[in-house]
């Protein structure tokens, strides 16, 4: 299994006892591991969770006063809470009571979204100033761990676990050094983020300081609301069911620890803003029997399939890590995060920012259209480039959305998920990384403007002479000896808009052609270098070394002399050799090859194979060819779909190394196919 080897799916209810239809519908189908509980617990819930020892708990409660009160406003469940310590502490006390009464985990959810609601009111009400991205850190650091509650409480002493989530994928880290145990981030709420940079920046960073990792799974859009149903079972608002099915799957394959979602069930309005909870995946007639909406049909299906379906989803192959510092304050662009600055707009973006955003373009392809609905005939925006509303038009946009979706409309081509055309393949980390951390990727890339301590130039150096390979931007590589990158790099810099990749003789020119297509280079800068021991692999039109490959120990060293990759009149653009280097690099670390590459793909090895799950999150049919290479060859291999009795996949062609097969996947569907040694060619 994925670090941490259990499977938690945390379901949260509102004014819910578990007598009721809807709880009781829960624990009959048996889909959830763990409830969410609301301070003050009742003696009525503790009772139950101690007979029923195989169901884990977690408290909702804010690790602040200030925002326990603001509970008490916020949501139906919040309205008996006291915002005191004492309260707090009491409520805590009966957590390690639990924790010893039963068989799961008991979780204190400490930090329930603070980074993206409380800090910056926080923030604008105190009118923070930071002096540079450190500082901004260590006040927001300050912030947090002189909470009220948080700073009353026994951490040492403590049986249950801490929990925190994170808005923000830019957070995590704060969360780890904040002492959670479990770090989740926020998803599907379309203010957000896409699914595929928020888990890399999530499960690596977890990975690295040995905390259990997941998503928070809401379901609100912010121009209709969340997702509900009218009695009847029609959709009237919120996300396509296709939509948020695809997010579920995404995460359980990438590995989550922990899924909780939220707002499962409610009788009333479940908080201030909506019904959320009400009629979301469990409908009450008048003789008070429980109906399964749409959603709730997908999430039952989705319990099914991780407790019965896929018993061993195995470990999901990441060879590669984005590093970065943990103060950089970056966050994936998205529809709501338009602007290119960090730390609450406070900061303009440097250069560094720029190459994460090149680079993230090119794995997850669309990220940053997350949450928008351009082109839907419910966008009415007063401002197509800040992405807001008046009130009375986005008032206006909802209640239009809401008829449309009830009369049918199909929502998903304006539901934006990104493609992750080389696969879940990737994580975050910090420069502080250890070695432990470092070996578990076979290739590192240095993202962000980075002033490298010794400490991690000595881990990346050991990563390298242990077999690792490492791509550096000529202003990083300076850092290191000429031994490790094998060129001499000059302190002048030139510019050029040719470039020519040496390894396939791909030339991109000054201007465009007709005969090759677009192919025109940008004007970059780039540092001047002197391969000495390195080979060179992409030259300018004055011969100049753009690119170089220099072996160090068992490894491998890249260097890059466009600095940053970025194109010097317009950051947002990245030089062409760049991106095409990068596209020759993931042959040598991908090992599934997706023809035409319009698939998202999780790639994960058990003891019997593999699972591979593709994801079709475009408005088009894909039809085409899938590549895999075999890490561990058998005779005789097996394909086995898992979720569709379509016979979409058929094997064309397998020589024990290499599994070719060829098959198609409808617009907004996805397919998980058991790939199982040791069997007769078989087809799905």
């Given amino acids: 299994m994925q670090f941490g080897d259990k499977f938690i799916l945390m379901f949260e209810t509102f004014d819910l006892d578990f007598e009721q239809p809807e709880m009781q519908a829960i624990l009959n189908d048996e889909m959830c591991h763990c409830f969410n509980i609301w301070p003050p617990v009742p003696e009525s819930q503790i009772s139950f969770l101690v007979e029923n020892k195989k169901y884990s708990a977690a408290l909702f409660m804010p690790a602040s006063t200030v925002m326990l009160g603001n509970l008490q406003k916020h949501t139906s469940a919040g309205k008996n809470c006291e ?46 100033r930071y002096e540079n991205r450190l500082d901004a850190y260590e006040k927001i650091m300050s912030y947090f761990m002189n909470w009220d509650i948080l ?204 190459m994460s955003n090149h680079f993230m373009n090119l794995v997850y392809e669309g990220h940053h259209k997350h949450g928008s609905i351009e082109g839907a005939p419910y966008a009415i925006r007063r401002n197509y480039d800040d992405c807001c509303w008046e009130f009375t038009e986005k008032n206006k946009a909802g209640k239009l959305a809401s008829q449309l979706i009830g009369d049918g409309f199909d929502t998903r081509p304006f539901e934006p998920l990104s493609s992750a055309v080389y696969g879940d393949s990737f994580d975050f980390i910090t420069t502080d990384a250890d070695n432990i951390t470092t070996g578990r990727y076979k290739l590192i890339i240095p993202l962000g403007k980075i002033d490298f301590s010794e400490k991690t130039r000595d881990v990346i150096t050991k990563f390298v002479v242990d077999g690792g390979t490492v791509v550096l931007n000529a202003e990083e590589a300076s850092q290191w000896s000429r031994e490790f990158t094998g060129v001499e790099i000059s302190e002048h ?86 991106e095409h280097f990068f596209r020759h690099l993931m042959d040598s670390f991908i090992t599934v090859k997706i023809s035409p590459m319009d698939l998202s793909f999780t790639l994960n090895e058990n003891n019997d194979g593999y699972i591979l799950g593709l994801f079709n999150n475009n408005n088009f049919d894909w039809t085409g060819q899938i590549e895999i290479t075999m890490t561990n060859p058998d005779s005789k291999i097996s394909i086995q779909s898992l979720t569709s009795a379509k016979r979409n996949f058929a094997v064309c062609g397998y020589d024990g190394d290499s599994l070719v097969i060829k098959g198609s996947i409808d617009k907004f569907e996805f397919d998980i196919l058991k790939i199982k040694r040791g069997d007769l060619h078989e087809n799905v």
């Fill in 83 to 128: 915002p005191t310590v004492a309260f707090a502490l009491e409520e805590i006390r009966k957590l390690d009571e639990l924790q010893n009464a039963i068989d799961g985990d008991v979780y204190w959810i400490a930090f329930p979204e603070c980074d993206s609601s409380d800090l910056p009111v926080y923030i604008y009400e105190n009118r923070i």
């Fill in 493 to 578: 810099t030139a510019e050029s808009c040719v470039s020519k990749c040496l390894i396939c003789g791909m030339c991109y020119d000054k201007y465009f052609s007709y005969k090759t297509g677009n192919n025109s280079e940008v004007w970059y800068e780039y540092s001047e270098m002197k391969a000495l021991t390195a080979e060179i692999r992409a030259v300018n039109d004055r011969n100049d070394p753009l690119i170089t490959a220099n072996s160090h120990g068992k490894g491998k060293v890249y260097v890059m002399a466009p600095l940053y990759a970025s194109c010097i009149t317009d950051r947002s653009l990245m030089c062409k050799i760049s």
């Fill in 151 to 354: 700073r009353n409480v026994n951490k040492e002493k403590r049986k249950y676990k801490i929990m925190g989530i994170a808005g923000h994928p830019g957070t995590i880290q704060m969360l780890c050094e904040m002492g959670m145990d479990s770090c989740l981030t926020e998803m599907c709420i379309s203010a957000l983020y896409d699914i595929h940079p928020t888990i890399s920046m999530t499960r690596g960073v977890c990975r690295q300081y040995g905390k259990t990792w997941g998503l928070d799974f809401s379901h609100w859009t912010t121009y209709a609301g969340p997702i509900i149903y009218d009695d009847n079972g029609k959709r009237i608002s919120g996300w396509s069911e296709s939509y948020w099915e695809r997010n579920l799957y995404i995460a359980y394959l990438s590995g989550a620890n922990i899924m909780r979602i939220e707002e499962v069930a409610a009788r009333f309005a479940a908080t201030k803003t909506a019904d959320a909870g009400k009629n979301f995946c469990f409908i009450l007639d008048s003789d008070q029997k429980v109906k399964l909406t749409p959603i709730g049909k997908v999430l039952k299906k989705f319990s099914d399939f991780t407790a019965q379906k896929l018993e061993d989803r195995g470990e999901t192959y990441v060879p590669v890590a984005f590093m970065t510092e943990k103060h950089s304050g970056w966050n994936p662009k998205s529809s709501f995060n338009k602007y290119n600055t960090v730390w609450g707009k406070q900061f303009p973006y440097n250069s560094g920012d720029y």
